[in-house]
């Protein structure tokens, strides 16, 4: 059996701490460390969920590579599926114009990456899961990154890893690369309105399947949606959050040994003033659809 030479090879998660390229594990600091003399072949890295392009824009030897975003599914759930992507616009969908558009690093054809916000990513901080310990990476390093708790060596960030490898400050930007989105799974922002500690839940997937059923596909409600049309039919709060993620207006508790991070959307009192709101406009809208009688005229 041969292998095609159309194939091409794309280090995935080259963050993730466990068994990745630049992983706190791995050993390798550099790609050409890793695979020598097979290093001219790769031309493309992917991200993770835990680190986004500005973070890996941060490194000066990456420049030469593109960075895709892929989310893998460990699992047969679907809302796993899909919470990083890549867009294009090819006046042809095949295989070899998407790995050209890749590879060329081409804005016009590889328009941006779909990101979740890295914070979400199981291995954003440094921590131990065991003992609930989360640090930022100026903490860990200070604890030499041992738990503070029960002394045992914690599992590095990639915020840290990405900190101990670059050579540029936050916010560097480089010319005429891909852009970036950063998002969250519908399905996981609606678990998080309704409070319910499940996602797959019926009451989430109601919610989620009228959405789907009037704007088409998830990226079309996550990136497109109207605030006004979502309320029309989902509650507001919902309609609020999904706006709020797509215009980076959320907080998260950063992900850390295998733990998720968690996303905070709204303080108490605004959502509690959403659903008044939601409740005076349906009072004046009963009160405005309601029979009229003889006195209304009089």
């Not at 095609?4 to 706190?24: E, K, M, Q, Y």
């Not at 114009?97 to 804005?107: G, H, L, M, Q």
């Not at 704007?215 to 949606?225: Q, R, T």
């Amino acid at each position: 059996m041969e292998a095609s030479r159309r194939n091409v090879v794309i280090p995935a998660h080259v963050w993730t701490p466990w068994f990745s390229l630049f992983g706190a594990f791995s050993g390798f600091d550099r790609v050409d460390d890793c695979y020598q003399d097979m290093t001219g072949r790769i031309f493309a890295l992917e991200t993770g969920l835990s680190s986004d392009p500005p973070m890996n824009w941060r490194l000066s030897s990456l420049d030469r590579y593109t960075l895709v975003s892929n989310s893998d599914s460990h699992s047969s759930w679907p809302w796993r599926i899909g919470r990083e992507a890549n867009v294009f616009k090819l006046d042809e969908f095949t295989y070899d114009d998407v790995v050209e558009a890749i590879r060329s690093k081409d804005a016009e054809r590889f328009l941006f990456t779909i990101e979740t916000y890295p914070e979400y990513g199981k291995y954003h901080w440094t921590g131990h899961r065991s003992c609930g310990v989360s640090v930022p990476p100026g903490e860990a390093i200070s604890l030499g990154n041992v738990c503070p708790v029960c002394r045992r060596r914690m599992t590095k960030g990639v915020e840290q890893r990405v900190e101990e490898l670059a050579d540029r400050p936050r916010g560097f930007t480089p010319v005429g690369v891909p852009g970036y989105r950063r998002l969250l799974p519908l399905s996981e922002v609606i678990q998080t309105i309704l409070g319910v500690n499940y996602p797959g839940v019926q009451k989430v997937w109601a919610v989620y399947n009228a959405l789907i059923s009037r704007f088409g596909n998830e990226y079309s409600v996550l990136l497109d949606a109207p605030f006004d049309e979502m309320a029309e039919i989902v509650d507001p709060r919902i309609a609020e959050a999904v706006i709020r993620i797509r215009e980076e207006r959320v907080r998260l508790t950063p992900g850390y040994d295998g733990v998720y991070g968690q996303v905070r959307i709204f303080e108490d009192e605004e959502a509690e003033g959403l659903m008044e709101k939601r409740g005076s406009d349906r009072a004046s809208g009963e009160a405005g659809r309601r029979q009229r009688s003889l006195t209304d005229y009089i």
